[in-house]
């Protein structure tokens, strides 16, 4: 479940979960201790914040502009960059696909209120 929809935040051991797969680590080397100077270095740049009285966190309202910007960006830039590079004719479903992801992540930029 994304993190956002969370209703009372999460913890470290759900971002843990989530985190070690993506960075190429097996969750057992994602230790407390890495996984605290994570959360802090997040805090530090206003990507999430804590809830108070609690071991949970929330992500901000920048946390997930940041998220948009940083998915939109991989998906036109990176992706279509390597689809272009191996000189593919006519648009492959994968194309496709991130014609379509780019279109939603505009409406819902537009919905929002977030910059496109």
Do not use: N, W
């Not at 993190?3 to 999460?10: A, I, K, N, T």
């Not at 890495?34 to 990507?47: A, P, T, Y």
């Amino acid at each position: 479940m994304p993190l956002r929809l969370l209703h009372d935040g999460f913890r470290l051991a759900d971002l843990r979960a989530l985190l070690a797969p993506s960075l190429g680590f097996p969750q057992s080397a994602m230790t407390p201790g890495r996984m605290s100077c994570h959360l802090r270095r997040l805090r530090l740049h206003g990507l999430i914040e804590r809830v108070p009285h609690g071991h949970r966190y929330t992500v901000t309202d920048a946390g997930l502009k940041a998220a948009l910007f940083l998915s939109r960006a991989y998906s036109r830039f990176i992706l279509g960059g390597m689809a272009d590079a191996t000189g593919a004719t006519g648009p492959p479903p994968r194309r496709k696909a991130l014609r379509a992801l780019t279109a939603e992540l505009d409406d819902l930029a537009a919905r929002s209120g977030l910059a496109a």
